[in-house]
């Protein structure tokens, strides 16, 4: 999940606003997010599927 324009505008102004303590929980919030999420996809393995070493063209998976 990648940040969305209105997040990062709201982040900015929230740091302008000078409401850091609320700014470092809400990035750190969506860093964790983003890192579970890269993590869980590695784990069951639902990343990017490598062709076959054969070089004919398919695909491993079912």
Do not use: H, Y
Not at 16 to 30: E, K, Q, S, W
Not at 38 to 43: D, K
Not at 48 to 61: E, L, W, Y
């Amino acid at each position: 999940m990648a940040l969305s324009e209105s997040a990062v505008s709201k982040l900015l102004d929230a740091f302008r606003a000078g409401d850091g303590v609320d700014l470092i929980r809400d990035a750190v919030t969506m860093v964790l997010q983003e890192l579970i999420e890269v993590e869980t996809t590695e784990q069951i393995g639902a990343g990017a599927v490598t062709p076959s070493p054969r070089g004919d063209g398919r695909c491993p998976a079912r």
